[in-house]
């Protein structure tokens, strides 16, 4: 594996859409459940552990080669809400063009024959990964990161929170966010053997219907 | 880039001439400048200009409401299915030069689903002074100013001003309210962009959009040459 292609895979400004979402943070300030960064912290470990947890088994999977076909149904199936299953989908869509332009590949070619509005965004990373020359661990880290750094970015600007306050909430997540990433690997491994149901199914569910509510806004700076 | 990929590939990637079955695809101009100059009036005005001799679509980016889109249904200057609003989240330069990817697929689905089609406008939400086009996303781009956000503005230049293929200097018909020196900021622009075209426009009175209108016909017939 290439460690500055990770880089490249997890920098926030690859161009993949991702500017434009704020993973639920934009719902959870106006509900006042985000007001500082103590409670940035407490959002992004609650996502952390839970669709975070299930992102990175997906993108895991994905880059050990696991059908994205039938990876993309168990994303579904572990997304209940329909705006969440939109907004993974449109983030997939964006992802496979910007891997596609970045790391050209057969596999993102069918990826994107087979998905022409996209795939859920994780099953869509881990392909990435694999094109990129990385591996299901890369794949699991980058999925982990993006989980907390998503929200953690829109809330500075949502809030005028301090930047260096979001960035240490980041630094303070980072060994549970190894963590997350070593089981994604280990589920993913079990995956291969033992098939798609070994997938985690952790699920938030005020993130799901945070995301219905958010959807509803006429007047909104994130799309979800 | 990606030129010998497109013709048998899933999907375009970016800036690729041609659509996947080979055809070529509409010529795109963004519309930028700083907030309430005028780009999506003069949005409305190309359309009613052009829709009856050209297959026409729009994109448009606002920050945070639809209203621009809202705007344009109303005025009904196109049928609904040839608009589309992309969500930008709180950075619109973001998405049209940085992160183009919302904005390609939502030029991509229009060629999809209403095309073919000669020419798609997409416009920005308003920003700020340096706020361009990506290559990878439009293939031409105006930068619309007005009288009334001051007449230092050519002068002060920054990337629109400087580069854009066409400066509009928009809402000629308030100058004489708000002391703006029309011949003053024209002497600016020439300075800032020599060869490069510029057009002052009211839309609030004859010739409108005129003008801007032919350089539109001009940069398609370029493009289809
Ligand atoms: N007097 C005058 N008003 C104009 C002219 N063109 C546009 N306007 C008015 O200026 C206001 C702003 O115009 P818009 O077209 O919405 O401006 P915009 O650049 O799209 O604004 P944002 O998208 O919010 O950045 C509206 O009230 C228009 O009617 C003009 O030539 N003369
Ligand atoms: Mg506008």
């Known amino acids: 594996m290439s460690r500055a292609a990770l880089l490249v895979l997890a920098d926030g400004r690859f161009p993949a859409g991702g500017h434009a979402h704020s993973g639920g943070a934009e719902q959870a300030v106006k509900a006042g459940r985000i007001t500082g960064a103590a409670s940035l912290e407490d959002f992004c470990r609650g996502r952390l552990h839970t669709t975070g947890l299930v992102a990175a088994s997906l993108a895991a999977a994905a880059a050990l080669g696991v059908d994205a076909v039938a990876l993309d149904e168990a994303a579904d199936a572990r997304t209940p809400s329909p705006a969440l299953r939109v907004a993974a989908r449109k983030l997939g869509r964006q992802l496979m063009r910007a891997a596609r332009a970045t790391w050209p590949s057969a596999e993102l070619d069918d990826l994107a024959r087979r998905f022409p509005k996209g795939a859920h965004q994780p099953v869509v990373l881990g392909v990435a990964a694999r094109a990129a020359g990385l591996g299901a661990v890369d794949a699991a880290h980058c999925a982990a990161y993006e989980s907390v750094s998503g929200p953690a970015s829109a809330t500075v600007r949502l809030l005028s929170l301090d930047p260096f306050e979001a960035t240490a909430v980041l630094a303070r997540l980072a060994p549970e966010s190894d963590r997350v990433a070593d089981r994604a690997v280990e589920a993913a491994r079990r995956v291969v053997d033992g098939g798609i149901d070994e997938l985690p199914a952790g699920s938030a569910p005020l993130l799901e219907i945070g995301a219905e509510v958010h959807a509803a806004w006429a007047v909104r700076l994130f799309a979800s | ?225």
């Not at chain 2, 800036?15 to 070529?24: I, W």
């Not at chain 2, 409108?208 to 539109?216: E, I, K, Q």
């Open chain 2, 1 to 225: 880039m990606h030129l010998d990929h497109s013709h048998d590939g899933p999907s375009a990637v970016s800036a690729d001439a041609h659509r996947p079955d080979g055809s070529r695809r509409a010529l795109r101009i963004g519309l930028g400048g700083p907030v309430g100059s005028g780009k999506t009036a003069t949005v409305a005005a190309l359309c009613r200009a052009l829709r009856d001799e050209l297959s026409l679509a729009v994109v448009t980016n606002d920050i945070y409401t639809r209203e621009d889109a809202e705007f344009l249904l109303r005025e009904a200057v196109l049928p609904p299915e040839r608009i589309t609003a992309v969500e930008t989240g709180a950075c619109p330069h973001t998405a049209i030069r940085d992160d183009i990817s919302a904005n390609l697929e939502a030029v991509e689905d229009l060629e999809d689903e209403v095309g073919p089609l000669d020419l798609i406008l997409v416009e920005s939400g308003g920003d700020n002074l340096t706020a361009t086009f990506s290559k990878g996303l439009v293939d031409a781009q105006i930068f619309v100013i007005d009288v009334a956000g001051g007449d230092d503005i050519p002068r002060k230049g920054g990337p629109g001003v400087t580069t854009a293929d066409l400066l509009v200097v928009n809402k000629t018909d308030l100058a004489p309210y708000v002391g703006s020196d029309l011949a003053r900021m024209a002497a600016d622009a020439k300075a800032q962009r020599a060869e490069l075209p510029v057009v002052f426009q009211s839309l609030r009175s004859e010739p409108g959009v005129r003008d801007v209108a032919d350089w539109v016909r001009a940069q398609l017939a370029a493009w289809t040459a």
